[in-house]
């Protein structure tokens, strides 16, 4: 049994009766969306955010059918962000499946999000579930406002620690925070409670984030590579900005001017990781990444503790520990 297998037990009946609600949530009229969320589900990751909505609301009470719609409404919106994202990034993969782009092109895949973003708003309206929807949207105001942050200063190449933090809380940490506050909100009314699990959500996703960067420093399995995408991509991650801003200036032109003019070139990458290693930069967004996780794990403290609880725990371990 895997990790996630194992944290699932508290919530493995719903996490089953989740896949035809949620499909029955995208159903459509037209053929040729039918055909896409069809595709859409079958290509479905680890299920973290399901996991996250059922694994609050059970530490708090019992789920019911609002912590289903909230669960599916965050899939919904999250669904439609990421097909919305390979139209902007232009990529053709994505988890190893081809993206709708790539299948269906731009225009397909833009309607297709919007439609997505329409159920989200319809079942929320219907159902008379705003609080839902208000976390739900303040998710997709802060990723959008991330996004576009990110673009501004990418440009620039100028990000402080402040700026990719404020950064990685929009665009990361907002999402698994109203996974936490949408299973808060389906069992409880209590504001103070919701706005905790938020908090508690957003410090996970700061974690998780943080592991993501790291795993950009580490060596390829197969080739005995590094892999520094995000150097090639220029995203100015964690243990790189520590890197700038403890090296002399001689080195700090160096790696800047590899980050913009040869980012394609492997071997001054791999020059520019191997400093960033040098200089501490791993060790540091390491620091980060467990006082990140430590805060979101003491919040725990003051909730019921039951076996959903233990899940949470276990899970949020998991996503530093985690090797993809």
Known sequence: MSDLDQIKIPIKEEMLAFEPKFKSYM???????????????????????????????????????????????IELMHTATLVH????????????????????????????GDYLLSRVLLLSVEQKEYKLLEIVSTAVREMSEGELLQIEK???????????????????????ASCCGVGAASVTKDEEVIAQMRIFGEHLGIAFQIKDDLFDFQLETKAGKPTGIDIKEQKMTLPLIYALQNCDKKDKRF????????????????????????????????????????????ILNDFPQNEATKSLRELADYAISRNK
């Open 27 to 73: 159903a459509s009229d037209v053929a040729l969306l039918d055909r896409i969320t069809y595709y859409i589900i079958k290509r479905k990751g680890k299920q973290l955010r399901p996991m996250l909505v059922f694994l609050t609301a059970k530490m708090l009470g019992e789920t019911n059918e609002s912590t289903y719609r909230g669960a599916a409404l």
């Open 85 to 112: 994202d390979d139209v902007v990034d232009d990529a053709d993969k994505r988890r190893g499946f081809f993206s709708l782009n790539a299948l269906w092109k731009n225009k397909v895949a833009v309607l297709v």
């Open 154 to 176: 990418a440009r620039k190449l100028d990000i402080t620690e402040e700026v990719y933090f404020d950064i990685i809380k929009k665009k990361t940490a907002s999402l698994i």
């Open 255 to 298: 790696m800047i001017n590899v980050v913009k003019r040869h980012n394609r070139n492997r071997k001054k990458v791999e020059q520019v990781m191997a400093m960033v290693t040098k200089s501490g930069g791993i060790e540091y967004a390491q620091s980060k990444m467990n006082e990140a996780l430590d805060t979101a794990l003491a």
